[in-house]
């Protein structure tokens, strides 16, 4: 396994975002975003800069606007210079608002980067929130395969060799898509919300031993891949072992940890005549369903309770006419 800490350059911002540069004179390459959050600088137009976190993404709109532009000239290059001087990364327009002379001189001055774009402010601080989150959320390669199986994000471990690749193949072929075999990347977007995906240089290739390698996307078509997906379910294929006890009812689960989010886990013993692909489609149903409500092992424990109930009091019931 292995994690690492992650940055988004500024140039890839502005290519994704679709910003226009103000600027352009200004290198935007060696700039890089560390922090998800951004930051509307109201409180820092005024002059109150107690608490300011300026490694983010600075965003100016109607509002601000507004407000700088009521200011004298002078007032105005004081306050730019000091929120720029704080070393910003950058300062974005929203809603196509043009800057004033003053923004531009200062932010030359300063080296930093003014740019623009034609969204409204809450919808363009969404958006640029959403996509940073996913871009730097904390992540980990681990070695699997993650399959979709009717909706559900399947992911699937087990030793090397044990089967991982045949059980993906065997779902592709019956309908199912894959996301990624033998390394599966994970981002955590949310504390509820797990997200996986292939490394681009193996990406819809599975590795099938005695076979090789197989292009799902060319022999099976683009139905039979996807490029993300969450993670829902996580199944380990084990070597069958006599001495373990295997859950037979399900009314416990158990999980697995990724990136401190708890996976259901189910370990799927291997043994001659198991069809695991069956298998595997079964456990993404049942999830699904107890997802919605409905848990097949609850409702079974409660008929047998109720029917030993029932058998109880026709019992009681019968030994009191017989007493009379």
């Keep these: 396994m292995e994690q690492d800490g992650y940055n988004v350059n500024l140039d890839d911002i502005i290519k994704k975002m679709k910003l226009k540069n103000l600027t352009p004179e200004i290198d935007t390459s060696h700039i890089n975003i560390w922090q998800s959050d951004l930051n509307r600088p109201a409180l ?10 300026a490694e983010r993404v600075q965003i100016i709109g109607k509002v601000e606007h507004t407000y700088i532009q009521n200011l004298f000239s002078t007032e105005r290059k004081a306050v730019f210079k000091r929120l720029f001087n704080s070393k910003i990364p950058c300062l974005i327009l ?16 300063t080296n930093i980067p003014l740019l623009q774009t034609d969204k409204a402010t809450s919808y363009f601080s969404s958006e640029l929130n959403r996509y940073l989150k996913s871009e730097l959320a904390p992540r980990i390669s681990i070695h699997g395969v993650l399959v979709d199986v009717y909706g559900e994000g399947v992911f699937i471990t087990g030793e090397s060799g044990i089967g991982k690749s045949e059980t993906a193949l065997e779902l592709i072929k019956r309908g199912h898509r894959l996301v990624a075999d033998d390394v599966v990347e994970i981002k955590k977007v949310s504390d509820d919300t797990l997200i996986g995906t292939s490394p681009d240089i193996i990406r819809h290739f599975i590795e099938v031993r005695g076979i090789g390698i197989v292009d799902c996307k060319t022999l099976f078509g683009v139905e039979s891949v996807k490029e993300v997906h969450t993670i829902d379910l996580a199944i380990k294929l084990e070597d069958w072992d006599s001495t373990k006890e295997y859950e037979r009812l399900g009314l416990s689960e158990n999980y697995m940890d990724i990136l401190g989010n708890d996976i259901v886990c189910h370990r799927i013993p291997i043994r001659p005549g198991r069809n695991l692909a069956i298998i595997v489609e079964s456990a993404a149903i049942n999830h699904r369903q107890k997802a919605m409500g409905y848990n097949a092992a609850v409702e079974l424990n409660n008929r047998v309770t109720n029917n030993l109930e029932k ?11 017989t007493i009379t």
Excluded: H, K, M, W
């Design 44 to 53: 820092q137009l005024t002059g109150f800069f107690d608490y300011f976190d």
């Design 94 to 109: 929203s809603r196509s608002l043009e800057p004033l002379d003053d923004l531009l001189e200062v932010a030359r001055e």
């Design 311 to 321: 058998r109880s009091r026709e019992r009681d019931e019968q030994a009191n006419r």
